[in-house]
């Protein structure tokens, strides 16, 4: 079965994401994040249209990651996001981000994050990515 391109592009901005996190020091994140994300996106074999969308994505979530961490860190309770896989924490940074934004129905963003935590986490990732975005979507009233 083929891979949708909405699919396509929530895993290439998981891999910016996670690129970006990797080889960034903090003082150097606007720079680093640029020499990153080029690289990915360079490398990816997706259409232009997947890579603005992964695009857009992942510079929701670095413009609004306080927010986001704030919904995740509430929702995960007895789990510090900084011990989290930075795999799981970016997956669940990407799923809060398209709860919040409204336009995607909950039920495809957990569907959605739950396969991205299955191809790219370990093995109770797919659970725990599951538990923390519904307890975020009760929160936001979104289911």
């Known amino acids: 079965m083929p891979v949708r391109a909405e699919t396509r592009a929530r895993a290439l901005a998981l891999q910016l994401l996670y ?8 003082e150097q994140h606007a720079r680093s994040r640029e020499d990153a994300w080029s ?14 969308r992964a695009l857009a994505l992942a510079d929701g979530v670095t413009r609004r ?42 039920k495809v963003v957990l569907d959605e994050s739950v396969r991205l935590a299955r191809w790219f986490g370990g093995a109770k990732s797919p659970g725990f990515v599951n538990g923390v975005l519904d307890r975020v979507a009760r929160e936001l009233g979104r289911l």
């Open 19 to 26: 690129a970006r996190e990797m080889t960034a020091a903090p």
């Open 65 to 106: 990651m306080d927010e986001l961490d704030a919904h995740i860190r509430r929702a995960a309770e007895h789990w510090r996001l900084e011990r989290l896989a930075p795999i799981d924490r970016h997956i669940l940074r990407l799923g809060v981000l398209e709860l919040a934004g409204g336009a995607t129905p909950p």
């Open 39 to 52: 690289g990915v996106l360079r490398l990816s074999a997706t259409t232009p249209r997947v890579q603005e």
